[in-house]
């Protein structure tokens, strides 16, 4: 059963840090890139960063360039959001999901996780 589990949400104060982790299972990590989402009420799903399991590339989207950094543990199946410099704008759900191509396009990823929730207060 494949499974993307996310953690690491919050409440923090603008300025502040959190770093986001997902941890999958039931498919070959190695051959599918780990996108990282968010949807915010009333607004569509984006993407934030994304991350090839096979070599490394990484992509941000513009708003988060400079204050968002993705890495991927391989051993661990897991892949992490490090987010620093949180604007009230960041605040979201945010999914993680996986697809066999390292894009940020929503329609990309065919497996997805439940969500966490980042609030980040003015």
């Known amino acids: 059963e494949v499974q993307l589990v996310e953690s690491g949400g919050g409440l923090v104060q603008a300025g502040g840090s959190l770093r986001l982790s997902c941890a999958a299972s039931?498919?070959?990590?190695?051959?599918?890139?780990i996108g990282w989402f968010r949807q915010a009420p009333g607004k569509e799903r984006e993407g934030v960063s994304c991350?090839?399991?096979?070599?490394?590339?990484?992509y941000y989207a513009d708003s988060v360039k400079g204050r968002f950094t993705i890495s991927s543990d391989n051993a661990k199946n897991t892949v992490y959001l490090q987010m620093n410099s949180l604007k009230p704008e960041d605040t979201a759900v945010y999914y993680c999901?996986?697809?066999?191509?390292?894009?940020?396009?929503?329609?990309?990823?065919?497996?997805w996780g439940q969500g966490t929730q980042v609030t980040v207060s003015s």
């Open positions: 039931g498919f070959a990590f190695d051959d599918y890139a």
């Open positions: 999901a996986a697809g066999k191509r390292n894009l940020l396009r929503v329609n990309e990823y065919n497996y």
């Open positions: 991350i090839s399991s096979s070599d490394g590339s990484k």
